[in-house]
């Protein structure tokens, strides 16, 4: 079946321009996160939803940062007046529950100009 | 604070021998742990899941977890080049709004 799938792979963009990541989880996954990994760092975690609750937005680094997610399904991840140190692999990654398994994308490659 | 934590390494290994990489998480109540495998410039696998306490045993990989001491290894039997990659452990705090909680993870490396 159809895993995470994310959209750009790519996105090459000059500083200051806002971009949004997209994020199709597996169908009937109600848990969605998104990542953030530099270069040879390990996961940094942004933001969490779950089901109909409010999302856990404590790992966003600034109130730049912003994400939605429309019916509990697609989320989208946008992020305003882009600066260098945005530049990083973004990962989306979904379960079918909050205790199981989450399943990742193949990511966004932002590079900020 | 939830913590995960785990030797960055390298922890370099011969072709054929058994690899060992080890967590420590700080939440006494965590249900669920998770071991995913990444290589560069890819996105982290699911390679082992485990809840109760024991060993779990898949083909060449071994999860052991022991909660008592808030402990979760990942053994890797007959250990191959291809196994070269970084390891990450995630552990299911279930507390707190974000759950799920990944360490920095250990890199790898399996040398020929």
């Known amino acids: 079946g159809a895993g995470v799938s994310q959209s750009p792979s790519n996105k090459v963009t000059e500083k200051g321009k806002d971009v949004e990541l997209r994020c199709d989880p597996i169908?009937?996954?109600?848990?969605l996160y998104w990542y953030r990994q530099s270069l040879g760092q390990g996961l940094e975690f942004l933001i969490y939803?779950?089901?109909?609750?409010?999302?856990?937005k404590s790992g966003l680094p600034s109130d730049r940062f912003s994400a939605e997610r429309t019916g509990g399904s697609v989320s989208t991840l946008t992020i305003q007046r882009t600066q260098q140190e945005d530049s990083a692999v973004y990962l989306c990654?979904?379960?079918?529950?909050?205790?199981?398994?989450?399943?990742f994308g193949n990511g966004t490659r932002l590079t900020v100009t | 604070q939830k913590e995960v934590e785990q030797n960055s390494g390298p922890l370099s290994v011969p072709e054929g021998a058994i690899a060992s990489l080890n967590c420590t998480y700080s939440?006494?109540?965590?249900?669920?742990f998770f071991w995913y495998r990444q290589y560069s410039g890819k996105s982290p696998e699911l390679i082992m899941f485990?809840?109760?306490?024991g060993d779990k045993e898949d083909g060449r990989f071994t999860a052991q977890l022991n909660k008592a001491s808030q402990y979760v290894s990942l053994l890797i039997r007959d250990s191959q080049p291809s196994d070269s990659a970084t390891y990450l452990c995630?552990?299911?705090?279930?507390?707190?709004?974000?759950?799920?909680?990944f360490g920095k993870g250990t890199r790898l490396s399996v040398i020929a």
């Open positions: 995630a552990v299911n705090m279930n507390s707190g709004n974000t759950p799920l909680v």
């Open positions: 939440d006494r109540g965590s249900q669920s």
């Open positions: 939803f779950q089901g109909n609750s409010a999302p856990d």
């Open positions: 169908s009937g996954h109600t848990a």
């Open positions: 990654a979904s379960s079918l529950s909050s205790n199981s398994p989450l399943h």
């Open positions: 485990i809840y109760s306490n």
